[in-house]
């Protein structure tokens, strides 16, 4: 069974920074393109960043809204992908997803559970 | 950079009766998916290709449309249906980008 599992969300105050984590089972995860979602509060869904596989280069694009201030990493040996989250705003609260596809920007087929960041002082 | 727009806003709808949901872009749409969300969880991928049901999504669940106007057809409603909608477009740049979502309640 695929399964992705969010983790490292939490309080943080303006301008720090935060790492969350993707762990994937079930699957190859070195095979899969992995993205992050974020869902403000009672909002819809937003696009942040992918990180391609190996094989297309492990490379990664963001969102505008974000570029220059995240960053997305993995670990294939432990199956793990990571969001750096540096300098953050208010406007970054969210509950962010992390999500798996067969090549970077192809369908996404399966989502974590899920963490929350609130950013406030 | 395509804009994904869903109607209605919200949709009532009693048991056992079909319920259909519009999405409609800006331009035309390369691939689009059907994601349902409910409350407190991820998104669950429905549709993809804009018509192909995703493994495991029972028949009563249907996609249709192509270019810039997509439908998801809910035939026979059931209490389980009940859930907010979004439509996708991917396979472009940017590369996901999501319709404001329909919510379908109860009647």
Redesign the interface.
Known sequence: EVQLVDSGGGLVKPGRSLRLSCTGSGFTFGDSAV?W?RQAPGK????VG?IRSKVYGGTT?Y?ASVKGRFSISRDDSKSIAYLQMDSLKTEDTAVY?CSRAPV???????????TLVTVSS | EIVMTQSPATLSVSPGERATLSCRATESVISLAWYQQKPGQAPRLLIYDASTRATGVPARFSGSGSGREFTLTISSLQSEDFAIYYCQQYNNWPPYIFGQGTKLEIK
């Open positions: 993205s979602f819809g869904l937003e696009w992918y694009e969102a997803y970077a920007g192809s369908i996404v087929d399966y989502w974590g559970q899920g």
